[in-house]
């Protein structure tokens, strides 16, 4: 996400059809929600004129895609007070999604925007040849190799990607990094486990895989954190109903679920 917003700050999106103000940052994408649960959202970006771009890149058309549009850009704008205009950004395959929502009081338009209409293969081949060139990729160039594992092509986004990535890793230009990890957040979601590690394996010796790592660290202590905490909780737990404590009593004073101690008392029982 910090290469993301790196990539296209100071910029737009005019490549993709989008006639929007420049790009100045990018806002968090995880929403909080009343039951204790998350939703991340793709992008969202603050504009120039102070509104926000919200961008989700489907494969699919889900039945429940506008549904959660709204809901996502409710829960935006009740997080950053400010106006939100959607735009679903559709891979090659698809030809046509609907863009509006209407139940009663509610109403949602979203901007769809088709790459269809953009030849993946021939970029690929475009940029493939700057680069054995060895001449230098502009703006436009970066932008459109982002995005190619999304265009039409004869290659399944999967493989597209892997193609992609290892075509920017033989790039020599200086934001070559940031481009990669714009890749990667774009494609994380329609990339199955499997193509998740062959991208990891292409990226070795990159900037990319060291931040991956480095953020796989931090994810690692929290929840290593986590667990230790988990293990302090049923020790003390244990302990106080080794004392003859309530089960109650005990769920009060650790957290913990009563159904938690209650399965703990058995064991202690048995």
């Known amino acids: 996400m910090k290469a993301t917003a790196e990539m296209f700050k100071d910029k737009t999106l005019e490549i993709l059809g989008l006639k929007t103000a420049r790009i100045v940052d990018i806002m968090p994408t995880v929403l909080p929600v009343v039951e204790a649960r ?30 959660r549009a709204a809901f996502y850009g409710a829960r935006i704008v009740e997080r950053h007070n400010r106006d ?30 088709y790459l269809k209409d953009m030849d993946g293969d021939a970029e690929y081949n475009r940029i493939k040849n700057k680069i054995n060139r060895e001449e230098p990729l502009n703006e436009a160039d970066l932008q459109k190799l982002i995005f190619l594992p999304l265009m039409k092509s004869k290659q399944p986004e999967t493989e597209m990607t892997i193609q992609v990535a290892e075509l920017a890793k033989a790039s020599k230009s200086p934001h070559t990094n940031f481009a990669i990890g714009a890749l990667v957040a774009i494609t994380d979601k329609f990339l199955p486990e499997e193509y998740k590690r062959r991208l990891l394996e292409v990226l070795r010796m990159t900037q990319i895989e060291q931040w991956l790592r480095e953020e796989g660290l931090k994810e690692g202590l929290k929840e290593g954190m986590k667990e230790g905490e988990m293990k302090a909780k049923l020790e003390t737990a244990r302990n106080a109903l080794l004392e003859g404590a309530e089960v109650e009593f005990v769920a009060k004073i650790t957290g913990l679920s009563l159904e938690t101690i209650q399965k703990l008392k058995a064991e202690i029982a048995s």
């Not at 926000?52 to 549904?67: C, S």
């Not at 939100?84 to 338009?109: C, E, F, H, W």
């Open 38 to 67: 998350e939703k991340r959202v793709d992008f969202v970006f603050l504009l120039e004129d102070e509104t926000l771009l919200h961008l989700e890149f489907q494969t699919t058309v889900p039945e429940d895609l506008l549904r």
């Open 84 to 113: 939100v205009n959607t735009a679903m950004i559709y891979s090659g395959r698809i030809q046509n999604a609907p863009d509006l929502l209407n139940r009663g009081s509610l109403t949602y338009k979203v901007t769809n925007v």
